[in-house]
């Protein structure tokens, strides 16, 4: 009886342990052996030998190093700074009990909202044309500042654009999660606290965090994991030929290397997106030891 059951649901994961071995393990198979593969041609099928060429290509090619740099500023500073204020945000909707379902579905409005529609929006905010310096310029021309070209401008502007419309994506999902786990924080804890006259500081530090603490590092982990695969935002705002804006991300690179105007290039492709799974994998692990540690403290 035990094999006829153990038989019987083998049979019902049949469906999705073929779905994951086409489109997931297979695909990553055949990644892992074009990295390896020197000259790979995609015409003719063919190569000229196996190495690490194509990571030493990839890790010296000046558009790779660019990608990495600007990856890594979007998700050191957008995952932070959208789950911290997403928290404030999730805290004061918490206090609001008779409108926060109201206000909860407006901050999750841009959530469902079309990606490129939004880029578009941020695009004529920020871009200086002819004819006008945009809406933020203007607002930046009240305080006595000259306009600043944020889209075709220096390096910095474009990075403050782009981590500003980064948060503007991710925080509603944040703000969704947040509020539903503070939710979900059982009264009797702040009931207690609140008789043995416990400050609002503290009840927040000892009860509030720790109750909430798997969803924050859940939303941290997958804010990670969607910051480094980065690639569309970057499109919405500044177009496709991310490297002329020197604004590229590695999931953009490796689109360029198999579809753009230097495409065609299969193995350098797998080479940099493999190095973008070691990075995702490592860090994803950093910090699910982390909330390992902390969840048994």
Not at 65 to 77: E, G
Not at 83 to 96: E, M, P, Y
Not at 217 to 244: H, P, Q, R
Not at 274 to 296: C, E, H
Request: aromatic letters at 16%.
């Amino acid at each position: 009886m035990r094999k006829a059951g153990n038989m019987k649901a083998w049979l019902y994961l049949l469906p999705a342990i073929l779905f994951l071995g086409v489109f997931m393990v297979y695909p990553l198979i055949d990644v892992l052996i074009y990295s390896f593969e020197e000259g790979y041609n995609s015409a003719s099928q063919t190569s000229y030998g196996t190495g690490w060429f194509n990571y030493a290509y990839v890790l010296h090619d000046k558009y790779f190093l660019q990608a990495i740099k600007n990856t890594f500023i979007i998700v050191i500073i957008t995952v932070p700074l959208s789950t911290g204020i997403a928290l404030l945000i999730s805290l004061g909707l918490n206090s609001i009990k008779k409108l926060r379902d109201l206000f909860q579905t407006i901050y999750f409005l841009p959530y469902v909202t079309n990606t490129l529609a939004v880029g578009l929006v941020f695009m004529i905010m920020f871009k200086k044309t002819p004819y006008t310096d945009g809406l933020v310029n203007m607002v930046i021309k009240l305080f006595g500042s000259g306009p600043i070209d944020f889209i075709d401008g220096p390096y910095w502007a474009k990075m403050f654009v782009m981590c500003f419309y980064t948060i503007w994506v991710v925080m509603p999902f944040k703000i969704l999660i947040l509020t539903s786990a503070l939710a979900s924080v059982d009264d009797v804890y702040y009931k207690a606290a609140k008789i043995d006259g416990t400050s609002s500081f503290r009840t927040f530090t000892r009860i509030t965090l720790p109750m909430i603490s798997p969803m924050i590092f859940y939303l941290v982990i997958t804010g990670f994991i969607g910051a480094f695969k980065a690639y569309s935002d970057e499109v919405a705002i500044f177009g496709t030929n991310l490297n002329a804006a020197g604004m590229n991300t590695i999931v953009g690179y490796v689109y360029d290397m198999l579809y753009g105007n230097a495409g065609g290039y299969p193995s350098y492709a797998s080479a940099a997106a493999l190095i973008l799974f070691a990075i995702v994998f490592t860090i994803t692990v950093i910090n699910l030891l982390i909330s390992g540690k902390n969840s048994i403290n």
